[in-house]
Structure formats: structure tokens, C-alpha cells
């Protein structure tokens, strides 16, 4: 019996993640982007430019935009050629810095709460959970999906009242190249047609 138990406890060491996340590390991750990035930068008086220019830098520095990009662009990134993927990432990049530099305005003069991690499948992510009080209803729910490449730490996903952006992203560029004529190129040319 004491064989059989120790075979079972080798096993199960074996399949075990060799490496996980530290939650602690990636829920201050999350506060520092929080804190210092969104509430300081949508509470400054700042020109749009600017905003914009920092919001730029913040989602370069913080989200891992181009391991987004080849997920929402799934099954079609293995057939684009160098060039289509390196103009879906550069455009995808933008709109994405333009549409969160707008709805990250909505939590103006809010701050963040949060709520612990959850694990995830994958042992190199974790999702960091928030909260961010509103007048009326309940709290706006922020889950932030954190993963770390050689001990760096990036955004992977931002889920906003169970809807996940990188999931919406993907089922609608799915959608659309495969009723586009032109596939990945009309894609990219409406992301395009959608920057101001």
C-alpha cells in the first residue's frame, strides 16, 4: 500500500505545473497599472494628446499586445504571411490604446478595489480580480488575466462583467474574414477605417 501511495504522489508531482505564477507579485502588477496609470492618468487635466500619449506607453509597457493579437486573430495567424501579421498587430495596437483610452474615462474620479487572484489553467497567468464602485447598481467587476515571461510581468486579458475582450476580439474577427472577400487584408483595412 505504501508503494502504491508513494507511485501516486510521483505522479501527481509529475503533472503538476512546474512553474506558477506568484499571485502576491501579480496583484500589485495590477495596482501599479490601476493606481498609477489609469486613475492618475483619467483623473489629470491633461490635453487628449497627452492622454493619449501616455495611455500609448502604458499599454506597451504593461499588455502584452502582440501575444493578444495572434490569439484574436486564432486559426488565421498560422496562414497570414509576415506582412499581414505585422499590420494586424501595429493596427490592432492602436485601436486598442484608443478604445481603452475612451472607456477607461468611465471610471473618472474612482479607484480600483481588489479582490484577490484565481488561478488559471495555464501555471505561467493568474487573474487578478477588481471592483470598481459605481453611483448606482453594483460594483463594476474587472478581472485582469496576468502572465509572466521571464519574470516579466504583462496583461494578457482584461474581462469587464464576465466579457472577455480578447474572446469578443476573436469571435469577431473570425467572423469577419470569413465573410470578407478580401480575408485578413479587409480585416486590417476596417481596423483601420475605425482609428480616428
Do not use: C
Request: zero cysteines; aromatic letters at 10%; charged letters at 25%.
Amino acid at each position: 500500500m505504501k508503494k502504491f501511495l508513494a507511485f501516486v504522489l510521483g505522479l501527481m508531482m509529475m503533472s503538476a505545473p512546474a512553474y506558477a505564477i506568484d499571485a502576491a507579485k501579480a496583484e500589485n502588477f495590477i495596482k501599479n497599472i490601476t493606481q498609477q496609470g489609469i486613475e492618475e492618468l483619467v483623473n489629470s487635466n491633461v490635453s487628449a494628446a497627452e492622454k493619449n500619449a501616455r495611455f500609448t506607453k502604458l499599454f506597451n509597457q504593461d499588455l502584452d499586445l502582440d501575444f493578444i493579437g495572434k490569439f484574436v486573430l486564432g486559426r488565421y495567424w498560422r496562414t497570414a504571411t509576415p506582412q499581414q501579421r505585422k499590420d494586424f498587430i501595429d493596427v490592432y495596437r492602436k485601436l486598442n490604446i484608443q478604445t481603452w483610452s475612451a472607456r477607461f474615462d468611465e471610471f473618472k474620479g474612482r479607484h480600483f478595489e481588489f479582490l484577490g487572484t484565481e488561478s488559471s489553467k495555464s501555471p505561467d497567468q493568474i487573474f487578478v480580480n477588481t471592483q470598481v464602485p459605481m453611483d448606482e447598481g453594483a460594483p463594476a467587476q474587472v478581472k485582469w488575466r496576468v502572465k509572466e515571461t521571464n519574470g516579466q510581468m504583462r496583461v494578457v486579458d482584461i474581462i469587464i462583467e464576465n466579457v472577455s475582450l480578447a474572446q469578443t476580439s476573436r469571435s469577431e474577427y473570425t467572423s469577419y474574414i470569413q465573410k470578407s472577400p478580401n480575408g485578413i487584408d479587409g480585416l486590417i483595412a476596417d481596423l483601420r477605417s475605425r482609428l480616428k
